[in-house]
């Protein structure tokens, strides 16, 4: 397998291979980061916000310098940036979707794929209790795991700020759940 470099220098190149690569390393963990984001309105589902986020790289990648890893970083910081304009857009119109008992009669409901990886529910919970830099903090280090460096770019902040929002966040994590509290220093 190339290293890192290699695999950006190809994907400059728009080979296949390369892309295919990038995308199997870092498409699921962007769909569940996006996921865990405050939502958006209920006409942009985090899928399309991910698929955007890919065509936006594909479009931008001659910008882009760094290696697989930095590209992670890059690549959430594109999607933070739509799904940002997607919750403005949302602002300006509402397009949720009605409730409609009936049709759910007629259709009946389709198990998702949240039913597969238990405690899922008491984490989203989790983290919307917290607030949105601590929780998007979390979301890229403990969820999807990203690393500091990455995280960074992909919020936009600084290493030392994405740590010590990791830090309360974990603490506040503990409260809540009543788990032992770091010792004093």
């Known amino acids: 397998m190339t290293d890192d470099d290699d695999l950006i ?5 728009g080979d296949p291979d390369a892309w295919r690569e990038l995308y199997r390393a870092h498409a699921g963990r962007l769909l569940v ?15 399309d916000i991910a698929a955007e986020s890919w065509l936006t790289a594909a479009k931008k990648i001659q910008e882009f310098r ?3 890893s930095d590209f992670a970083g890059w690549l959430f910081g594109i999607g933070r940036h739509l799904a940002a304009n997607a919750r403005r857009r949302s602002g300006r119109r509402r397009t949720d979707p009605s409730e409609h008992d009936e049709l759910t009669q007629v259709a009946g409901t389709v ?18 209790s917290l ?23 992909a919020l936009g902040m600084s290493a030392v700020g994405v740590r010590v929002a990791r830090h309360r966040g974990l603490k506040r994590l503990r409260a809540q759940v009543g ?3 770091p010792l004093p220093t």
């Open 33 to 47: 980061w996006l996921e865990t984001r405050a939502p958006v309105d209920g006409g942009v589902a985090a899928e």
């Open 131 to 153: 607030p949105p830099r601590e929780r998007d903090v979390l979301a890229c280090l403990e969820v999807v795991g990203l690393d500091v460096n990455a995280t960074a770019t």
């Open 179 to 181: 788990g032992p509290q």
């Open 66 to 68: 760094g290696t697989s």
């Open 9 to 13: 220098a190809a994907a400059k190149q």
């Open 111 to 128: 198990p998702g794929p949240d039913h597969a990886v238990p405690g899922q529910e008491w984490v989203r919970q989790a983290l919307a």
